[in-house]
T-cell receptor, first 114, second 116 residues
Framework: GDSVTQMEGPVTLSEEAFLTINCTYT??????LFWYVQYPGEGLQLLLK?????DKGSNKGFEATYRKETTSFHLEKGSVQVSDSAVYFC?????????????FGDGTTLTVKP | DTGVSQNPRHKITKRGQNVTFRCDPI?????LYWYRQTLGQGPEFLTY????????KSRLLSDRFSAERPKGSFSTLEIQRTEQGDSAMYLC??????????????FGDGTRLSIL
């Protein structure tokens, strides 16, 4: 079945540091890939998405590129802020859009210190 | 867009009791999903609806769990004869039907269930 593997956390960075959170997946066909973010005390929010190979999703300074050859969708940000402290989840949805479920990784907790 | 609403936010109950959670999706969304999330894990898929039809159920959804979406709007998730292992955050999400283009899911804040 489908699966998503994220780098283990927690990750602690200083403000303005470069961020990478690794995500690899296993799926049949060509899934759509997502990053969701969960701020303290809030629900999951979509951060960015990519629906086909070589697509780059971007939002709020975060980027991730759909790499089919390495089955990866790593999240990056050039300069993190304290407000980026949250839990980040990588997820996929199968190619067949009639199959509704998304498969999530276990999340990576990011703490950014001033 | 008022977002996905879940009630209650917290539920504490004794083992063996029945509990019911409600989810109100974003009004124009015809797909509704239920997930379960335990500490340190990502959300695990339970079931989803397209309008009022329940199209997929996970093997995680034992016969003690039942979900309904009677008019294709709000949904309820009931757990009968609760067990300690049912303690978790229950998340609801909704989305549009992508009709060939996968649509992102919008999540509620969840209902946290604690079994005493």
């Amino acid at each position: 079945g489908d699966s998503v593997t994220q780098m283990e956390g927690p990750v602690t960075l200083s403000e303005e540091a470069f961020l990478t959170i690794n995500c690899t997946y296993t799926a049949t066909g060509y899934p759509s890939l997502f990053w969701y973010v969960q701020y303290p005390g809030e629900g999951l929010q979509l951060l960015l998405k990519a629906t086909k190979a070589d697509d780059k999703g971007s939002n709020k300074g975060f980027e991730a590129t759909y790499r089919k050859e390495t089955t990866s969708f790593h999240l990056e940000k050039g300069s993190v802020q304290v407000s980026d402290s949250a839990v980040y989840f990588c997820a996929l949805s199968p190619y067949n859009t009639n199959a509704g479920k998304s498969t999530f990784g276990d999340g990576t907790t990011l703490t950014v210190k001033p | 867009d008022t977002g996905v609403s879940q009630n209650p936010r917290h539920k504490i109950t004794k083992r063996g009791q029945n509990v019911t959670f409600r989810c109100d999706p974003i009004s124009e969304h015809n797909r509704l999903y239920w997930y379960r999330q335990t500490l340190g894990q990502g959300p695990e898929f339970l079931t989803y609806f397209q309008n009022e039809a329940q199209l997929e159920k996970s093997r995680l959804l034992s016969d003690r769990f039942s979900a309904e979406r009677p008019k294709g709007s709000f949904s309820t998730l009931e757990i009968q004869r609760t067990e300690q292992g049912d303690s978790a955050m229950y998340l609801c999400a909704s989305s549009l039907d992508g009709t060939g283009n996968v649509q992102p899911q919008h999540f509620g804040d969840g209902t946290r269930l604690s079994i005493l």
